[in-house]
């Protein structure tokens, strides 16, 4: 079927439940949980009769502004419900094992296909966020559909946070026409940016300390790894050090930067951000996954730390191989 054909069997299967469960993939982003609650919000106004739910496990508390989910149901309400996965490559990181029991699934997502899970699987890859994939929906069926405010600012900031502020690639017209369609809503920009890009000043020492200590491969990986220890020095989150991640992104001739941040079980949670290489096949070699340019990662160890970076530098070497004066 082709994307309109996806989108109408998408919209019959909604209107044919009366109970809908929007689930969503373990350590949500900020597309994860905008597109959830902005999908959910679309729902209950379209359909105020039907009971719409966003559920997952509590998750870090740096993405509250945007809303709060919903308590999860027992399993006897998934056995009538349609369940709506977003955001979510492969089954193994959907963050809610009750899905399984639903009659019917819809896989919603963008990242490179890994997996069909649902019984409908609609994956955009030319959309770098899903919740452009459901501020498109909307689009398609707005005759059908209803919008609001809340609904506007959750998909917005769901595009802002895995675009970058329509920094990285994948940003085209049709990113940037879905994002003009939402600022038509009435919701504060600067407000959001706030939130998400106002630091603490234990932050920005860390940043600091960053730029001072990390390292780099022959052929061009720059990478930090970030323990507990430092963790406990700068008084810092492992979530906001891990979102410091960019600041390793401009070094010339460097195509990879990694961060690798310790949990107290002394396992690494790495986050592989790239320019021009793609880097999900490395990615999905250490239990993890994600976009081109963009995935995440677990290692157990410094051995598997050292091996993972030398992977990185040889693939830059290959790319710089054959692309000579790669910046």
């Not at 290489?277 to 157990?300: C, D, F, K, M, W």
């Amino acid at each position: 079927m082709n994307n309109l054909e996806l989108k109408r069997a998408i919209l019959q299967k909604i209107e044919e439940f009366q109970t809908i469960i929007i689930a969503r993939h373990v350590k949500p982003d900020g597309d994860c949980i905008g597109s959830s609650l902005g999908l959910r919000e679309i729902l209950r106004l379209s359909f105020p009769e039907k009971r719409i739910l966003s559920v997952g496990r509590p998750a870090s508390s740096f993405f509250d502004f945007i809303g709060s989910e919903d308590p999860d149901v027992g399993e006897e309400i998934y056995r009538e419900a349609l369940v709506i996965v977003l955001d979510t490559a492969n089954r193994d990181r959907i963050d809610n094992e009750n899905y399984i029991r639903a009659p019917f699934v819809i896989k919603i997502d963008h990242h490179i296909p890994v997996e069909d899970y649902g019984h409908i699987n609609y994956v955009r890859e030319d959309l770098p966020a899903t919740a452009l994939i459901i501020a498109d929906f909307y689009e398609t069926f707005k005759n059908k559909l209803k919008m609001n405010s809340f609904a506007a600012r959750a998909l917005f900031i769901g595009t802002v946070t895995d675009t970058g502020r329509f920094k990285y690639s994948g940003v085209n017209a049709e990113t940037l026409k879905l994002a003009a369609m939402l600022l038509s809503y009435d919701f504060d920009i600067t407000k959001i940016y706030s939130y998400l890009y106002i630091r603490d000043i234990s932050e920005f020492k860390m940043h600091g300390y960053i730029l001072n200590k990390f390292k780099t491969t022959p052929r061009g990986v720059a990478y930090f790894v970030i323990t507990q220890r430092l963790l406990k020095k700068f008084n810092i989150s492992a979530e906001a050090a891990s979102s410091l991640i960019n600041v390793l992104d401009s070094i010339r001739g460097h195509l990879i930067w990694i961060f690798f941040v310790e949990n107290k079980k002394g396992v690494y949670r790495v986050r592989l951000r790239s320019r021009l290489i793609p880097i999900n096949e490395l990615a999905a070699r250490y239990e993890g996954g994600g976009h081109a340019q963009a995935s995440g990662a677990t290692v157990r160890g410094k051995g598997q730390i050292k091996k993972l970076v030398i992977e990185a530098d040889l693939l830059v070497g290959e790319y710089k191989d054959r692309n000579p004066g790669a910046f």
